[in-house]
């Protein structure tokens, strides 16, 4: 396998196509990166910003340039020696009407070829949530008719723009007493079975080309559209009900992609199901044109290890595979998986150690924080399992009565629910891997613990979370084998779900005092371990998953690298955080609303829009009304999504406009050219920051790319990233060549060549002489002496041949020199880098800036950052 060297994200759609990212390639070779890694490029719904919801898996979407300008995409990688990973998305599929297998589903039901392909509760019709009010509601108001879908040939009941296919066997209920033509079609469907579905359209087609035939079927469907009683009676006949998206948490007969109905949940757990998902991937691998694949959310499917084995099967060994995978505190990716690693969320985290301040001082460590962490995480996910996740807890709810009763018990349903709720509530993790081979000794320990923990909180359903927990251990106890995995794979597939969004989606929103710990992938209850912490991360990562993605910014990422870089100084200077607060919020009282509700914003959300303000600040000091204006628009549209995420005021369900108008007033008045007085006053309260963030940006860049893993990096994050959450980070973005070597001064000025040459110049040397190095080197965390010794942290990765040695500084908010981008020398006074035992001293090279080092046993941190902020030691 030829392993990535760095990989660059690129989000295709937005502008961006296959010959745009051709454009690029000369762009990637100056970089460094050895494979493109893009993401979904598989046909998805008309207008898809991502390509998440994908419609067709076998078709490379024309859209983007088809499978012809995907093969001159690649060809044009390889010919400059760079691969391509392909981002594949085996969990779900959009549940629309473009996608032709969820079409036919629609139609024939559960009779339907593709039936089994989706992951339905058939014990009751297909639940269709895509109406604004009920079934009823919207048929009174006249938007439900019957209509011939021109494009499907086919008869169907129309909302709106959209066609809902009737079963054919339904025709004659419509066709009846008409001209002979339309009851020779009533009985062609009447006949037809799913296997005749493109005969029955054609037919239909054919007959519709007589235009007296197609002018009887519109007084028809005309006609019959007026009679509401005979529409209901129609729909009744369907093996789908449509109805109100506001009921999709109560009434839903398919697993989604966390909360979104417009995705359904796939049965690639299926060996026929895998192969129909998978057809054109594997073929793309099999002829050279995908070097890798990136499996977006693993933990949705039924059983990770064993659809991964199947992967591998198919792939072969010599495919790069990783899985977009959320790891838990402590928690390491199961070994038995047959992958590189993960796509890296994992590692932004490491950052927020080395950067943060740990001391006492910076009020992120205290007992009573990290207590209150865990009970407001605890409050999110029963809210969401009571109430956004309600479908779901029934379903299994459904499923534990069915095997009881089977049993011959009656079980209490109500306890039963409460039994699912307490239980997934007290889960560490995003989910377990127990499968019908059993539970790992890891996923033994966290049932007992959560067994525990849910029947401390809920004693009345004792019984009930037992019998659960004895499900989940695949215990020979229940009644039937069916019913028992059916438990265990309902309870683990939501149990991440509920994870991810009350934690990343809602407590992550809800928890305003330190944003820069708020990340996709970061420990809610997370306290700073500082460079301690750090170097054991990094060498568990060295031993565990050395060929894992090392990501610091995403499509997921909830602020860019350099804007959480920024926001991790406030930890350095939390007086001065505090105080600057409460000057502004006297200076804006004014502009708050007074609401029935209570202010807006209320104090939290004031805190966390000045904070998220300081996090994409620009550089330069420029208070015109084109760069307020650009502030206002990205910040007014993340603030309304943050407080609907947050769920607390208003929410996506039941938005409060008048609040949100109120937030988004506030913060379109503070960031007005008349509030001048404001704007100059936080502009020379984040300057000191905003330096010290620039520095902390170039030490977080040197660490990724030479800590174990495989860089990533993010499109454009090779320059400024000071993107939002979604979709303010998928912004078009215009690459710039990549410099050979730093500006001759640099400074917060030319920050963005300066973050780009480091980048540039680390990966090349990483992509040649440094090739074995970085991709099995191991890791040595390095000594450091003297006064500032807090300040710096470094580390080797050291082969038998060969080695290289990062030094960053750290806490150095106090310590800028000016606009440079440096630390003031006087800091490093008798501080000193102390060379490992066992090694032989050498001259060494500063790849950064091309510095000579003579070798010496305590080489001065003085000399190591002299003029520029870090420092790659290679030897000379």
Request: charged fraction near 25%; hydrophobic fraction near 40%.
């Amino acid at each position: 396998m030829q392993l990535p060297n760095a990989t660059y994200r690129l989000q295709f759609r937005n502008g961006m196509d296959f010959a745009k990212a051709a454009e690029l390639v000369p762009h990637l070779v100056g970089l460094g990166i050895s494979h493109l890694y893009a993401s979904p490029i598989f046909s998805a719904v008309h207008g898809s910003t991502h390509g998440y919801d994908v419609v067709d898996f076998n078709e490379i979407d024309p859209a983007l340039g088809g499978r012809e300008g995907f093969s001159r995409l690649v060809r044009r990688l390889k010919a400059q020696g760079l691969g391509i990973i392909l981002d594949i998305v085996p969990n779900h599929m959009a549940a629309g009407l473009e996608n032709k297998w969820w079409h036919n589903v629609i139609e024939w039901g559960r009779s339907s070829t593709f039936a089994g392909h989706f992951d339905i509760d058939w014990r009751s019709p297909l639940t269709l949530p895509f109406l604004e009010q009920s079934f009823d509601e919207v048929l009174a108001a006249g938007n439900i008719r019957l209509a011939l879908d021109n494009k499907r040939n086919c008869l169907a009941l129309k909302y709106y723009d959209a066609p809902y296919p009737l079963n054919p066997a339904t025709y004659p209920a419509i066709l009846k007493e008409a001209n002979p033509a339309l009851e020779r079609i009533a009985a062609i469907a009447a006949a037809a079975g799913p296997t005749d579905t493109a005969h029955l359209h054609s037919e239909v087609s054919s007959m519709l080309k007589t235009p007296a035939t197609a002018a009887e079927l519109d007084e028809v469907l005309e006609r019959l559209s007026a009679d509401q009683d005979h529409l209901r009676r129609l729909h009744q006949m369907q093996g789908w009900r449509l109805t109100s998206w506001k009921t999709a948490r109560d009434h839903l007969s398919y697993r989604r992609f966390f909360e979104v109905a417009g995705l359904v949940g796939m049965r690639v757990e299926d060996p026929s199901v895998f192969a129909d998902t998978h057809r054109l991937t594997l073929d793309l691998i099999k002829e050279g044109l995908a070097d890798g694949l990136r499996v977006d959310h693993i933990d949705g499917l039924a059983d990770p290890e064993a659809y991964l084995r199947r992967l591998r099967q198919h792939a072969g060994n010599s495919t790069y595979i990783v899985v977009e995978k959320i790891l838990g505190a402590n928690e390491t990716l199961p070994q038995d998986w047959p992958v590189d690693g993960t796509t890296g969320y994992e590692f932004i985290s490491a950052p927020a150690d080395l950067l943060t301040n740990e001391q006492p001082s910076s009020r992120l460590s205290s007992e009573a924080q990290r207590s209150a962490a865990e009970k407001a995480v605890l409050d999110c996910k029963l809210q969401l399992l009571g109430h956004n996740f309600n479908a779901e807890v029934m379903r299994l709810a459904r499923l534990a009565a069915g095997s009881e009763n089977n049993g011959g018990s009656s079980p209490d349903s109500g306890r039963i629910i409460e039994a699912v709720h307490h239980l997934i509530a007290a889960l560490p993790v995003y989910r377990t891997y127990v499968s019908d081979r059993g539970p790992t000794e890891h996923d033994s320990r966290v049932l007992d613990a959560i067994e525990s923990k849910a029947t401390a909180a809920a004693p009345a359903a004792g019984a009930e979370i037992a019998f659960i927990i004895a499900a989940l251990r695949s215990k020979s106890s229940l009644a039937g084998e069916e019913l028992q995995a059916g438990i265990r794979t309902r309870f683990q597939q939501l149990s991440g779900a509920v994870m991810a969004k009350a934690v990343e989606d809602t407590f992550f929103y809800r928890r305003t005092d330190y944003l820069a710990a708020n990340e996709v992938g970061a420990d809610p209850f997370w306290r700073p371990g500082g460079v301690a912490r750090f170097h054991r991360m990094m060498r568990d990562r060295a031993r565990d998953m050395p060929n894992g993605l090392s990501a610091t910014s995403t499509h997921d990422t909830k602020r860019g690298e350099d804007a959480r870089a920024r926001l991790y100084t406030i930890s350095e200077a939390p007086d001065v955080w505090a105080a600057s607060l409460a000057r502004w919020h006297d200076m804006n009282a004014e502009r708050i609303r007074r609401l029935p509700g209570g202010d807006a914003p209320e104090a939290s959300v004031e805190q966390f829009l000045y904070q998220s303000l300081l996090g994409i600040w620009p550089i330069k000091p420029a208070l015109d009304e084109d760069v307020l204006s650009a502030l206002r628009e990205r910040l007014g549209g993340f603030a309304v999504k943050a407080l609907r995420e947050a769920k607390l005021r208003t929410s996506w369900e039941s938005p409060d406009e008048r609040y949100e108008m109120a937030v988004t007033a506030f913060l379109s008045d503070l960031l007005d050219l008349q509030n001048r007085i404001f704007l100059e006053n936080f502009e020379r309260t984040a300057r000191p920051f905003i330096q010290a963030g620039l520095i902390n940006s170039l030490s977080q860049t040197l660490v990724k790319v030479t800590a174990p893993g495989v860089p990533d990096i993010y499109q454009g994050s090779e320059r400024l990233d000071f993107s939002l959450v979604d979709p303010d980070n998928r912004r078009r973005f215009s690459p710039r060549p990549s410099l050979s070597a730093l500006p001759r001064v640099p400074t917060a000025g030319n920050f963005e060549d300066c973050k780009q040459a480091l980048i540039g110049t680390c990966l090349i040397y990483r992509k040649n002489r440094g090739s074995d190095l970085f991709t099995r080197g191991g890791y040595l965390p390095l000594q450091l002496r003297g006064p500032a010794s807090r300040n710096a942290a470094a580390f080797m990765r050291h082969t038998e041949n060969h080695f290289s040695i990062t030094v960053v500084p750290r806490l150095i908010f106090r310590h800028t020199d000016g606009d440079r981008l440096s630390v003031l020398p006087g800091l490093w006074q008798d501080t000193c880098l102390v060379w490992p035992d066992g090694r032989d001293l050498m001259r060494l090279r500063n790849l950064a800036t091309d510095d000579v080092v003579e070798p010496q046993r305590h080489v001065p941190i003085a000399n190591l950052l002299r003029g520029f902020a870090v420092a790659c030691l290679v030897p000379a």
